[in-house]
């Protein structure tokens, strides 16, 4: 799913824009979560284009209208994938404001297993993360705005290591904001991350264009049934959300998510591969 008109937290579900202050759903109490109660992830997006031959692509569009959820202004989204080849797909998307200038920052939300949806958990998958920086959190899991080095701390995936290796330090798992440094670059996107599973072999390459990278390991994930009737539990699946920095709608020392009326573009590129 993509989440939005804003991604991750936002503290207390309150922000002032233009002198005008803006009260939004608190739906993961204290705070507001993805957009509200009903986010981008549970509208109906139609189709507004479709390619097929050697780059099959396929386009969604959907239309918000200003005050939906609270977010002011109307906006126009599209999100387009595209298997640039065989093994690898870029998701591309974009939105634009109408009528008043907005806050825009959408995530792609899937959940990861590359042992197999039914596998169980995830804390045996290995995972290199591009950034010597998070944004670490209070009790409600909301940056402090503080931008912290890893280095030395049950955060640092500079080099590869288990997910599980640190769980014991950071409590119920991790569920935090990685500050990408982007050193090296394909197409003009970042390295943000690769995860791989030794059971399997299978190895995914995350590359982006966005500033953070939320690290979340299905904290909360609690008896949802999945395909074939399996039960998914805690750590079923990671994720890996490219995005603006959470709650930068309220801390001006992160990157901005306002939109006063040029396009936002944000895109994520995912590759797999065997190891």
């Given at each position: 799913c993509i989440v939005g008109r804003v991604a991750n937290r936002i503290k207390e579900g309150k922000f002032g824009f233009d002198g005008v202050d803006y009260s939004?759903?608190?739906?993961?109490?204290?705070?507001?979560?993805?957009?509200?109660?009903?986010?981008?992830?549970?509208?109906?997006?139609?189709?507004?284009?479709?390619?097929?031959?050697?780059?099959?692509?396929?386009?969604?569009?959907y239309r918000s209208h200003h005050g939906e959820e609270g977010y002011?202004?109307?906006?126009?989204?599209t999100a387009t994938y595209t298997l640039t080849s065989r093994t690898t797909m870029r998701l591309d998307m974009e939105a634009v404001p109408g009528n008043k200038a907005t806050r825009v920052?959408?995530?792609?939300?899937?959940?990861?297993?590359?042992?197999?949806?039914?596998?169980?958990?995830?804390?045996?998958?290995?995972?290199?993360?591009w950034a010597n920086h998070i944004t670490p959190v209070d009790q409600?899991?909301?940056?402090?705005?503080?931008?912290?080095?890893?280095?030395?701390?049950?955060?640092?995936?500079?080099?590869?290591?288990?997910?599980?290796?640190?769980?014991?330090?950071?409590?119920?798992?991790?569920?935090?904001?990685?500050?990408?440094?982007?050193?090296?670059?394909?197409?003009?996107?970042?390295?943000?991350?690769?995860?791989?599973?030794p059971s399997s072999g299978r190895v995914l390459n995350l590359w982006t264009n966005a500033p953070g990278m939320q690290f979340y390991t299905g904290n909360y994930v609690n008896g949802v049934v999945g395909k074939g009737g399996?039960?998914?539990g805690k750590h079923s699946g990671l994720c890996l959300e490219?995005?603006?920095?959470?709650?930068?709608?309220?801390?001006?020392?992160?990157?901005?998510?306002?939109?006063?009326?040029?396009?936002?573009?944000?895109?994520?590129?995912?590759s797999f591969q065997s190891c």
């Open positions: 939004l759903p608190i739906n993961k109490p204290p705070n507001s979560l993805h957009g509200g109660f009903k986010g981008y992830d549970k509208v109906v997006w139609e189709v507004a284009d479709r390619e097929v031959g050697e780059n099959p692509s396929i386009t969604f569009k002011p202004g109307d906006l126009s989204v920052s959408l995530a792609q939300h899937t959940y990861w297993n590359l042992a197999g949806h039914n596998s169980g958990d995830i804390l045996d998958h290995s995972i290199q993360i409600n899991t909301v940056p402090t705005g503080e931008i912290m080095p890893v280095k030395g701390t049950a955060f640092d995936f500079t080099t590869e290591k288990w997910v599980g290796n640190d769980f014991q330090k950071v409590g119920l798992g991790y569920d935090h904001n990685y500050v990408l440094d982007g050193v090296e670059e394909r197409a003009g996107l970042k390295h943000a991350a690769k995860l791989r599973d399996t039960t998914y490219t995005q603006g920095f959470p709650n930068a709608i309220n801390q001006p020392n992160f990157p901005s998510v306002v939109q006063p009326g040029e396009k936002y573009m944000h895109t994520c590129c995912m």
